[in-house]
């Protein structure tokens, strides 16, 4: 009989401390919009936010008037980021919280740095820019478009 509680009271014992080492999964990186103050343990879950402006000079936006293109469209990775007019342009890079500036926001899922390609497209449909670049967490990313 003492031996069944002395066991009894030993496997309460581990169990107790089996559960208590539990550690709560979920994303445990401050900078993500997922964030989870509770997590102890990475389930890799983290998602970030990315800025990425786009800009470029007056003669570009004149020679892309000139050839009577209005509208640029942008892409990552080959899906469709947005739009602008050709008549938006800076005399410098624009910061990310310039009002007015071509700017897109991108979600990283795979990791807090990833490589993109990027691409800018006229109303046709026709590549006017395309490059490679990388995105990570908590930034902002300017990319110049210069001329044709």
Same mark, same amino acid.
């Given at each position: ?16 401390? *089996?559960?208590?080492?539990? =550690? =709560? ?9 997922? #964030?989870?103050? =509770?997590? =102890? ?6 998602? #970030? ?8 000079? $007056? ?12 509208? *640029? ?9 947005? +739009? ?5 342009? /800076? ?13 897109? +926001?991108? $979600? ?10 990027? +691409? ?5 449909? $026709?590549?006017? /820019? ?14 110049? *478009?210069?001329?044709?």
């Amino acid at each position: 009989m003492k031996t069944i509680k002395l066991l009894s009271f030993g496997l309460f014992i581990t169990g107790a401390m *089996l559960f208590s080492s539990c =550690k =709560k999964e979920g994303c445990t990186n401050p900078v993500a919009t997922n #964030y989870d103050v =509770k997590a =102890k343990t990475s389930d890799r879950s983290c998602v #970030y936010n990315v800025d990425v402006i786009f800009w470029f000079e $007056e003669d570009v936006s004149q020679a892309l008037q000139f050839i009577e293109i209005k509208k *640029l469209t942008f892409q990552l990775n080959g899906d469709p980021i947005g +739009t602008a007019g050709t008549d938006v342009f /800076w005399e410098e890079a624009p910061k990310c919280k310039t009002p007015g500036a071509i700017k897109f +926001t991108k $979600e990283l899922t795979k990791s807090n740095s990833e490589p993109f390609y990027y +691409t800018v497209l006229d109303e046709e449909g $026709e590549q006017l /820019w395309k490059g490679i670049t990388v995105l990570d967490t908590d930034s902002c990313k300017v990319i110049q *478009l210069e001329s044709l």
